[in-house]
Each structure stands twice: as C-alpha cells, then as structure tokens.
C-alpha cells in the first residue's frame, strides 16, 4: 500500500461536517487531523500501488460537499526506530 497525505481546505464552518463525511464514505481513509493554518484538515490515505491518484484525490475527496481545496503530498518511505534502510 502507498500513503498520501490531502491537506483539505473547507468552506467556513464545514470543517467538522467534511471530517464526519470524508471519514464515513471513503475507505482508504486512514487518520484525519484538524489542523491550524492555511488548510483545516490533514487526512492520510493508504491505497493500493496501482491507483491513480490523482483520479482518487479529484472524485473521492474534492467532492465532498464543503471542500474548497486540497494539496496533495506523496510518500516515498517511512522511518521508524533503528537503523536506516539501505
């Protein structure tokens, strides 16, 4: 599985209704964080290698009635205790 991060910026006073909606209807959803700054939500997504992101982003996220605009971050590794990979 891939992890992406969708910082969504949401219509005012929508931000708790887009989290309720995000988190019911999107399974690939893994974490969704209210946060300050330039964007209201940080959610994290897990999907498969072969998903198209983009397409996933623009028709299950932006669609959500609320969401005014997203910014996607892709992940390359993860890092945990110990040594490093490689």
Do not use: H
């Amino acid at each position: 599985m891939r992890a992406i991060f969708v910082q969504i910026k949401c219509e005012l006073g929508q931000a708790y209704r887009v989290a309720r909606e995000a988190a019911d209807r999107i399974e690939q959803l893994s974490e969704l964080y209210s946060t300050s700054g330039a964007f209201d939500l940080l959610a994290k997504f897990y999907l498969d290698p072969s998903t198209d992101i983009g397409r996933f982003v623009t028709e299950q996220v932006q669609t959500i009635p609320g969401v005014r605009d997203t910014y996607t971050l892709v992940t390359y590794n993860a890092f945990t205790a110990g040594p490093l990979p490689g």
